[in-house]
């Protein structure tokens, strides 16, 4: 049972389905923007417990509303990585940022002044 005023299970499922559906809506506008038809979630309030219902409602969402769904199913599937997703996706972009090879050089560089002298 949950504590004063907390509404014990039946307000915890009322509070993570309204969260799913808040999170559907922001996914529909992402699959529209930018066209893509797998979506992954995960984290560490990706738990167990809620999956299920993330999962059902966000996919019911995603197919019901974007206008990609004309086109195509677009999936909805928990990650591999479970909790630690966010912290693996944010460690890829630091590195993906940091390695990659650049064309054309620094940004930051500029071409000389015709004096031959740097500014």
């Known amino acids: 049972m949950g504590g004063p005023g907390t509404g014990g299970a039946a307000g915890a499922g009322a509070a993570v389905r309204e969260l799913a559906r808040a999170i559907g809506q922001g996914t529909v506008g992402l699959v529209d923007l930018l ?4 979506v992954v979630l995960g984290g560490p309030f990706f738990t ?4 299920p219902l993330y999962l059902a409602q ?5 197919n019901a509303f974007p206008t990609a769904r004309r086109l195509r199913h677009i999936d909805v599937e928990a990650s591999v990585l479970g909790p630690e997703a ?5 460690a ?3 590195f993906h940022a940091a390695f990659t090879p650049r064309l054309g050089g620094s940004a930051l560089r500029r071409p000389a002044p015709e004096s031959g002298r740097f500014p």
Not at 35 to 38: P, R
Not at 48 to 51: K, N, S
């Open 35 to 38: 066209d893509i038809d797998l």
């Open 48 to 51: 167990d417990e809620v999956a």
């Open 86 to 90: 966010a912290a693996v996706g944010a």
């Open 92 to 94: 890829s972009t630091i």
């Open 58 to 62: 966000i996919e019911e969402m995603v």
